[in-house]
């Protein structure tokens, strides 16, 4: 993924704020003995404080004997993006015509080294965690090992930890553009007001200190 330095986030804060409320991407593992890799489409829960994501997969999963082989994957999750047209992105003095099409989109990359987690205790705080996560309302049972509901469901999977070894994030919003062009852009997305809009305009807006010419990525 290319970065160019007004793509970049200003600090490790701003991607993991990010991260922390787009928790479903790809877990991408090597295949092995030279065949393409894995893509595993997943939810996760990414620990900023522990440095690590956590996530479950059915034991059937033809991904794992990739994973043990190979345990360094990248997490990969991309949201907040939308398509716009050439005629946004023309500076006032030129044609509508001459603008450049581009896509904005927020990225974030997690490479990881993977830890299989197969002890059915560690399994249950692992869930425990994801379901804390992702239904912090409650409402559902905790996991325990030979407890009802999910004690006997224990068996049909296993854990994985992602020890986060690298990141690489981008939020790609027309930061070398200038002010005009970006406040015009803004007006556009808030008009046209598709899905996705209203989350790029707002990274938009946010990161309106930076300042320039063209962003291709």
């Not at 990359?109 to 425990?128: I, M, S």
Request: with cysteine.
């Amino acid at each position: 993924m290319l970065i160019h330095p007004w793509d970049a986030p200003r600090d490790d804060a701003e991607w993991q704020r990010w991260l922390a409320v787009h928790d479903f991407g790809q877990l991408v593992v090597n295949g092995v003995g030279g065949e393409p890799p894995h893509v595993q489409p997943l939810h996760f829960t990414y620990d900023a404080e522990r440095g690590e994501a956590v996530t479950h997969l059915a034991r059937p999963n033809p991904l794992w004997p990739a994973l043990l082989a190979a345990p360094e994957v990248v997490l990969s999750v991309v949201d907040d993006y939308v398509y716009v047209p050439g005629p946004w992105q023309a500076d006032p003095e030129q044609p509508p015509e001459h603008g450049t099409p581009t896509s904005f989109y927020a990225a974030v990359q997690l490479r990881c080294r993977a830890h299989v987690v197969d002890d059915p205790a560690e399994k249950a705080e692992l869930l425990n965690r994801q379901v804390g996560h992702l239904q912090p309302e409650g409402g559902s049972a905790r996991a325990a090992v030979g407890e009802e509901p999910y004690g006997r469901l224990l068996s049909g999977i296993r854990g994985v930890r992602l020890e986060v070894t690298g990141v690489r994030a981008k939020f790609k919003y027309a930061g070398r553009r200038t002010a005009k062009v970006q406040d015009a852009i803004a007006a556009r997305l808030a008009e046209r007001g598709g899905p996705r809009d209203a989350a790029a305009r707002e990274h938009l807006v946010r990161r309106r200190p930076d300042r320039g010419a063209d962003d291709q990525g």
